[in-house]
């Protein structure tokens, strides 16, 4: 069987919690103060009636004739058991009996005489004591349910707060993930009192810290490295270019050239690592420009514009993004690639398998490309650099399937869309708020 889970928030968690506290607390209470009342009160109740009865035998004991006086009886039959053991030990006493059918007991008094006759007195408990009982129960309700109330608006107030708190570190450390590295949890949770929240989040900030400086030595060494490789690769490429004519020339130029591209690649994946890109702006008519970089590109490749759009961007930028776009669906898709531009969107489809889940799921990663039978045939820089040139310009790149697998061979493919901004980066690398379409 599947165990279903319940969320519930820390706030009614808290609030429930007190209330459960305080509603013990209140029963326990209006328990012990009820009981204590009616004990106080019966017991009041029996001195009361052992005073009459002193009172009314010494009333009896000095009339003549004898007579029974105020309710008194001598030898009551209804004498209860209880009471007519004392009076058989010569000894006097009280008894509250109780009544099965409920309603007021009866306070029973009774004295044993010389003649050995015992005097009684008996009477229901007073309604007056009855009515004090009453009022205090109704009292001690009330004072319980304020007490309950009061606790789960205490829960709701605290619990609010602890909720609010941890709810603006969860939106912090979700920044921090999208990769803006300068938002820090404790600045963003804030507040006076400082409780468990402020360890998670400087927790939470020592990892980003730890994290992102671990990114940037590996950023620092991947561009060192591709940089001390110019040189030696650069001078590969001209001692190959003396070589003699032949396959083993052209073999030792293709794999040189490989070997560049791929220095120049890691070295533009640094650059657009470091944030230190800006981007070159200027007005364009983006499907006319399209048309034109795609016709030069790969003349191969169908172009429609849906809806012309001006836009200022920067084009050397945009046309790294579609060269690479291309370059993917040329190398991993089939023919009857296709690019539309439809207002600031510009799409990329081809009629391939598609893009692969991880991609789907996680995004362009470097050096992955993401299925064992593209072996050789890429280091996975080509979707991650049209990324990050789209991050410049502030722009969004997405991608997805045309179709899920299984459909039939050319109704599918990859399908790769460029979001251009209503409004560009300025020069000084700040980006305004920007709203893509869903």
Known sequence: MRRVALRTGVRWKISVAIAAVGALIAVTLSLVVHNSARVSMLDNAREVQMERLLFAQRMYEGSKPKEPRFGTKINDPMLPPQLDQLMRDKRRGTFVQEHRHGGPPDVWAAVPLANGDVLSLHIPFADRSAAIMKDLDRALIIGSVSVVVGGCALGVLIGGQLSRRLRKAAAAAGKVAQGNTDVRVRHAIGGVVRDETDELARAVDALTDALQERIEA?????????????????????????????????????????????????????????????????????????????????????????????????????????????????????????????????????????????????????????????????????????????????????????????????????????????????????????????
């Open 218 to 438: 590996e950023r620092r060494v991947t561009a060192d490295i591709a940089h001390e490789l110019r040189t030696p690769v650069t001078g590969l490429l001209t001692a190959a270019e003396l070589l003699p004519p032949g396959r083993p020339t052209e073999l030792v130029r293709d794999r040189a050239q490989a070997m560049r591209t791929l220095v120049e690649d890691v070295l533009e994946v640094a650059r657009l690592d470091s944030a230190s890109e800006r981007a070159e702006l200027q007005e364009i008519a983006l499907g006319e420009f399209v048309e034109r970089r795609v016709r030069a590109l790969d003349p191969a490749v169908a172009v429609h514009v849906v809806h012309e759009s001006w836009v200022s961007t920067d084009p050397r930028r945009l046309e790294r993004i579609l060269g690479n776009l291309l370059a993917n669906a040329a190398k991993h898709g089939r023919p009857g690639v296709e690019v539309t531009v439809e207002g600031r969107v510009v799409r990329v489809r081809d009629h391939g398998p598609g893009f692969p889940e991880a991609l789907l799921r996680e995004g362009p990663s470097r050096f992955r490309t993401g299925a064992s039978d593209r072996a050789g045939q890429g280091h996975g820089l080509g979707l991650t650099i049209a990324a990050g040139q789209a991050r410049v310009l502030g722009a969004r790149l997405t991608f997805r399937n045309a179709a899920p697998e299984g459909t039939p061979e050319g109704a599918g493919g990859a399908i790769a869309v460029l979001w251009l901004p209503d409004h560009a980066p300025t020069n000084t690398g700040s980006f305004p708020m920007i709203s893509f379409p869903d």
